[in-house]
């Protein structure tokens, strides 16, 4: 299986990339991970990718098409992949048509703005060690302190709502396109994220299988 997954930021792609992953036992290929931890390293594309992030944009196609034809070479690939986070416009999915690289199908991932808003807005991260909370869903034993080692939460500068509004908005405006580009070549299968994880991996699952 190769397959590519277009979904708006805060719908849920990145977890069922991950469960389709063992499904499939296919690597996830995460553009995103790939930045971030050139962002934790201090290296010259993390420096150049966090202006853009916080700002709610998207890094440059030239930066990140490199990036995804370097990683999908390696051997782990070979039998099939999921691409998180590319492509992200028409000129990626070109220039990925252009590699030679076969797609078997491109899913997409509904979930409406106003439940994403919600979903990121609320989350909260440890400043000391990373964990992860939520203002409603998982909320820490006590106010503003992190459950595994006392560190201070905070809501990150990319998931305050008025930058999460900005990405949807250029999610719109660059990414929704491609959902028609990949209609066109009958290769896009939609499937409308759920409340819970594994009712959306079901949903997923019986799309992708039909």
């Known amino acids: ?18 469960m389709l992953s063992k499904h ?3 690597p996830t290929i995460s553009t995103g991970a790939i930045l971030r931890k050139n962002m934790e390293d201090g290296t010259e594309l993390g420096a150049v990718a966090k202006n853009y992030i916080n700002e709610g944009k998207f890094v440059p196609d030239e930066l990140i098409i490199d990036i995804v ?11 099939g992949f999921i691409l998180d986070g590319f492509p ?10 252009k590699s030679g690289i076969d797609i078997d199908a491109v899913l997409t991932l509904e979930v409406k703005d106003d439940e994403i808003v919600e979903r990121l807005s609320g989350r909260l991260e440890c400043k000391k060690c990373g964990s992860s909370f939520h203002k409603e869903h998982r909320k820490p034993e006590i106010d503003g302190i992190c459950d595994n080692c006392g560190g201070e939460l ?8 008025e930058v999460i509004r900005d ?3 250029t999610y719109y405006e660059q990414t929704e396109p491609l959902k028609e580009y990949y ?5 896009l299968k939609v499937a409308v994220g759920k409340s819970e ?14």
Request: with cysteine.
């Open 1 to 18: 299986m190769k397959l590519i997954i277009l979904a708006a930021p805060g719908a849920g792609k990145g977890t069922q990339a991950e």
């Open 24 to 26: 499939f036992e296919i």
């Open 69 to 79: 034809k370097n990683r999908l070479n390696e051997d782990d690939c070979k039998n």
């Open 88 to 97: 992200r416009n028409l000129a990626q999915a070109e220039a990925l048509d």
């Open 154 to 161: 905070r809501v990150r500068e990319d998931d305050k709502p």
């Open 167 to 169: 990405r949807l908005k």
């Open 183 to 187: 209609k066109n070549k009958g290769m």
């Open 197 to 210: 994880i594994k009712a959306t991996t079901q949903e997923v699952l019986k799309v992708l299988e039909a």
